[in-house]
Nanobody, 124 residues
Framework: QLQLVESGGGLAQTGESLRLSCVAS????????VGWFRQAPGKEREGVAC????????DYADSVKGRIILSRDNAKNTVYLQLNVLKPEDTAVYYC?????????????????WGQGTQVTVSS
């Protein structure tokens, strides 16, 4: 089976950092571009950022630009999202998704495999 599992979410205070993990099983994540998306209560899903197969990253959400670091550990079949200087508006369920294309896209419809999401809650 093809599976993505996010972890690392939880409760954090404003200004703190979290590192989210996206672990793939059943396929090699290094052959996929990986996008991160989030959905806050009562809001539409938005693209956060993406990392290509070569490690090139793209930030999509204006609210997170300059505060995130995407990285890959191919040996662990894992992609990480480091979210720094957390703000209450970062509160959302964060999803990772894999696209069998080398390059990145903010279009969620292009991603074929999705994780179950991990909750990030930031207190003021």
């Amino acid at each position: 089976q093809l599976q993505l599992v996010e972890s690392g979410g939880g409760l954090a205070q404003t200004g703190e950092s979290l590192r989210l993990s996206c672990v793939a099983s059943g396929f090699f994540l290094r052959f996929y571009s990986v996008g991160w998306f989030r959905q806050a209560p009562g809001k539409e899903r938005e693209g956060v950022a993406c990392i290509s197969t070569s490690g090139i990253t793209s930030d999509y959400a204006d609210s997170v630009k300059g505060r995130i670091i995407l990285s890959r550990d191919n040996a662990k079949n894992t992609v990480y999202l480091q979210l720094n200087v957390l703000k209450p508006e970062d509160t959302a369920v964060y999803y990772c998704a894999a696209n069998e294309v080398d390059y990145c896209s903010s279009d969620a419809s292009l991603y074929s495999h999705w994780g179950q999401g991990t909750q990030v809650t930031v207190s003021s």
